[in-house]
């Protein structure tokens, strides 16, 4: 099993830059993929940025060219920079592991922008 601890999240006005870290137990190497998630109040959660065990990269459209995800190898840690965020931006974040033939969340860390 593995386990995910995210930290980072916090309050942040429109414009503003946060930068999201998920510490994972054992080595992010031996994972196939690591991503984020974020999920809004009523809707349902989507796919933000994952990164493989190669180290490529994809984003979801709405934040191309604002996040960027990248990792630490020897923290075994993951990021999420998270720069311009919009109101929209505002949900829990949640750190994501796949790791054949599980997949494992961590708890999540809030994420508002609000002026």
């Known amino acids: 099993q593995v386990h995910l601890v995210e930290s980072g999240g916090g309050l942040v006005q429109p414009g503003g830059s946060l930068r999201l870290s998920c510490v994972a137990s054992?080595?992010?190497?031996?994972?196939?993929?690591m991503a984020w998630h974020r999920q809004a109040p009523g809707k349902q959660r989507e796919l933000v940025a994952a990164?493989?065990?190669?180290?490529?990269?994809n984003y979801a459209d709405s934040v191309k060219g604002r996040f960027t995800i990248s990792r630490d190898t020897a923290k075994n840690t993951v990021y999420l920079q998270m720069n311009s965020l919009k109101p929209e931006d505002t949900a829990v974040y949640y750190c994501?592991?796949?790791?054949?033939?599980?997949?494992?969340w961590g708890q999540g860390t809030q994420v508002t922008v609000s002026s």
């Open positions: 994501y592991a796949d790791r054949y033939p599980a997949g494992y």
């Open positions: 990164i493989t065990r190669s180290g490529g990269r």
């Open positions: 054992e080595n992010i190497v031996s994972i196939n993929h």
